[in-house]
């Protein structure tokens, strides 16, 4: 094998911290199997962010730009990735970090590969020279342990899932290479991005998450869980059944349908617990569940739980989070 191949997305000129949890655990694995540790870096501005790469442990980063790759789209970010992995070798896996965009690139790389894929894994390790990942499965009530057959499987990670790699570590290589395609050889193009119109932190990369559900009784009473949220520097998620009535956009869903997130703290205001909702959330560090109904089944899974109307119990928890925060 070759090497650990490891793909890097990047926003406003830096690395994000997907990209930095994939640099974390493919140095582990590049480590394990005394293998070079080889990053990619794709799309506007590539060369200046492919120089920090090295900084983190990749032992050699290959960057690609280019008015193909001007705006991403998943199928130039994976044609271009097929480029970069071939130019490597052979490496025993492709890391892609776990989103919108790295489920698709992932899946799309993997077939343009003709290898395995092993989906939004929660661990990944080297044995017996294969590569074995953990991913939870249906509705993550059951979890199964994938080992690669044929080189490289392609990983993607489960964003929180893994420790972010430190900087100062060195400096690899840094090499830019041509993916051999142009704009006209795509299917599809990017014509635009619409900003959402306000600054949100993204649910996938919160290490704080509090969600709000029905029982809420509706879109004038998410204040609350807004309010806690600003007190625990948090992202605002929301359950199926509060986007489906229009209360939230799809994009502050957790659940099966919404977004898979695994948070250092996961906090669930008025949120009973249906089996799609904890699809989306179970694997997150520590659960607080905020329920009138004792018997609700968030409780199953919550580590600490608070029986009591959210309306009463949510004002109060921020009011004394930002009381501590005065005091110092």
Wanted: with cysteine; net charge positive.
């Amino acid at each position: 094998m070759s090497a650990i191949v490891a793909y890097l997305p990047h926003k406003d000129g830096a690395l994000t911290k997907p990209a930095l949890e994939a640099l974390g655990i493919g140095r582990t694995l590049a480590d394990s199997a005394k293998l070079p540790l080889a990053a990619v870096v794709l799309g506007r501005g590539a060369a200046s962010v492919a120089a920090v790469a090295g900084a983190h442990g990749a032992d050699r980063t290959l960057h690609a730009d280019g008015d193909a790759l001007a705006t991403p789209t998943s199928e130039g970010l994976a044609r271009a990735l097929e480029v970069a992995v071939k130019k490597v070798g052979v490496p025993l896996a492709v890391l892609v970090p776990y989103g919108t965009m790295g489920r698709d690139v992932a899946a799309r790389v993997a077939a343009r590969l003709a290898t395995g894929l092993a989906t939004d894994c929660t661990a990944v390790r080297v044995e017996g020279g294969a590569v074995v990942a953990t991913r939870p499965i249906l509705s993550g009530k059951l979890v199964a342990t994938v080992k690669g057959t044929k080189a490289p499987l392609v990983v993607s990670l489960r964003p929180n899932a893994f420790p972010p790699a430190s900087g100062a570590k060195g400096s690899g290589a840094v090499e830019a290479f041509d993916p051999g395609f142009g704009p006209g050889d795509l299917k599809a193009r990017v014509v635009a991005f619409e900003p959402a119109g306000h600054a949100k932190k993204e649910l996938t990369e919160a290490d704080v998450i509090v969600s709000g559900g029905r029982g809420l009784k509706g879109p004038e009473h998410f204040d609350i869980v807004e309010r806690l949220a600003r007190s625990l520097g948090a992202a605002v998620g929301a359950s199926r059944a509060v986007v489906d009535a229009g209360w939230r956009p799809h994009e502050d869903q957790v659940g099966q349908t919404g977004k898979t997130v695994s948070p250092t703290l996961y906090v669930a205001c008025a949120i009973s617990g249906a089996i799609q909702h904890l699809a989306g959330m179970s694997s997150s560090k520590v659960i607080v569940a905020i329920n009138k109904d004792k018997d609700a089944p968030i409780f199953q899974v919550a580590n600490y739980g608070i029986v009591g109307d959210a309306f009463e119990v949510v004002p109060a928890l921020a009011a004394e989070i930002d009381k501590l925060k005065a005091q110092g």
